[in-house]
């Protein structure tokens, strides 16, 4: 029972350009939501976070973005950066436990 | 500061076999899990621990699978007569445990059942 969802396992971007990354939930008991990176042979790093009495959520070239009644939150990178190139998990929280998606893979093109 | 501590950071064993994994969280704080994530996937939780105690062990996928946290600190995941299909990055996250705050994750460790 997958409660979060990265429908694109991929994304290709030039350098530059704006990163979107799309992430649906189906549990509306989720109050907390948070965007992690992960490198290779590394484990996910917190990027950043959201709570459901917000709509958005800014920090310096991301920003994250909520819509509630879509059950919908995205992810905003700009300008995209070579060093961005990773994979990205979507996280929903309910009190303590967090529940993730599959994970998007960016690579960002020179 | 120093991040979560995850040991051994690779792990190949045979079918059948005992194996532990060690987590070393963040100082101070109270909240400590475990996840697995195999490839292709994101992290699956396994157990929550809130200080000593397991507050919440529902992912654990059967009981060849234990945890504990005997002084709230460090903590161990262990396996019993392992099986191929645990091979697996285990993954240990550490919060200060109050209010919404995010996980902390180690870089886990790569287990191999051969």
């Known amino acids: 029972d997958q409660q979060v969802k990265q429908n694109s396992p991929s994304l290709s971007v030039q350098e530059g350009r704006i990163s979107i990354l799309n992430c649906d939930y189906t549990n509306s008991m989720f109050d907390y939501f948070l965007w992690y990176k992960k490198y290779p042979a590394e484990g996910p790093t917190f990027l950043i976070s959201?709570?459901?009495?917000?709509d958005k959520n800014e920090d310096g070239r991301f920003t994250v973005f909520l819509n509630k009644s879509a059950k919908h939150l995205s992810l905003h990178i700009v300008p995209s950066q070579p060093g961005d190139s990773a994979v990205y998990f979507c996280?929903?929280?309910?009190?303590?436990?967090?529940?993730f998606g599959a994970g998007t893979t960016v690579t960002v093109r020179a | 500061g120093a991040g979560v501590s995850q040991t051994p950071s690779n792990k190949v064993t045979e079918k059948g076999k005992y194996v532990e994994l060690r987590c070393d969280p963040i100082?101070?704080?109270?909240?400590l899990y475990w996840y697995r994530q195999s490839l292709g996937q994101g992290p699956e939780f396994l157990i929550y621990?809130?200080?000593?105690?397991?507050?919440?062990d529902s992912g654990l996928p059967n009981d060849r699978f234990f945890a504990v946290r005997p002084e709230g600190s460090v903590s161990t995941l262990k396996i019993q007569r392992t099986e191929r299909g645990d091979s697996a990055v285990y993954l240990c996250?550490?919060?200060?445990?109050?209010?919404?705050?995010?996980?902390?994750f180690g870089n886990g460790t790569r287990l191999t059942v051969t």
């Open positions: 100082s101070g704080h109270t909240a």
């Open positions: 996250a550490s919060s200060p445990g109050t209010g919404n705050s995010p996980l902390h």
């Open positions: 959201i709570s459901s009495i917000k």
């Open positions: 621990f809130q200080g000593t105690g397991a507050a919440d």
């Open positions: 996280a929903a929280s309910s009190q303590y436990k967090l529940s």
